[in-house]
């Protein structure tokens, strides 16, 4: 089992990145999804998630109307939209596959959000 994250890098204030993740070896609509991310210094965090049909997502509050999870059943990946991004957001970002006991990473993508 592979979940890939791609999209991060470094971007200024104010601006906007999308993230991919790309699963492999399992069947992603069989699976919740969710995004978390690792601030410097601190612990991981679950940024937004959503259910296996892609319906009711739910997301953190401090990132609530400027991030968009979303997912491709079909293509078998996850997308989140960040937008209107702050240096607090910056992080390592995780992809997460869950399913009953079963509960897969991705390596992680690092967004940094500087001038």
């Known amino acids: 089992v592979q979940l890939v994250e791609s999209g991060g890098g470094l971007v200024q204030p104010g601006g906007s990145l999308r993230l991919s993740c790309a699963a492999s070896?399992?069947?992603?609509?069989?699976?919740?999804m969710s995004w978390y991310r690792q601030p410097p210094g601190k612990g991981r965090e679950v940024v937004a998630a959503v259910n296996n049909a892609g319906s009711s997502p739910n997301y953190a509050d401090s990132v609530k109307g400027r991030f968009t999870i979303s997912r491709n059943n079909a293509k078998n990946t996850v997308y989140l939209q960040m937008n209107s991004l702050t240096p607090e957001d910056t992080a390592v970002y995780y992809c997460?596959?869950?399913?009953?006991?079963?509960?897969?990473w991705g390596q992680g993508t690092q967004i940094t959000v500087s001038s």
């Open positions: 070896g399992i069947t992603s609509s069989n699976y919740a």
């Open positions: 997460n596959a869950r399913r009953w006991t079963y509960e897969y």
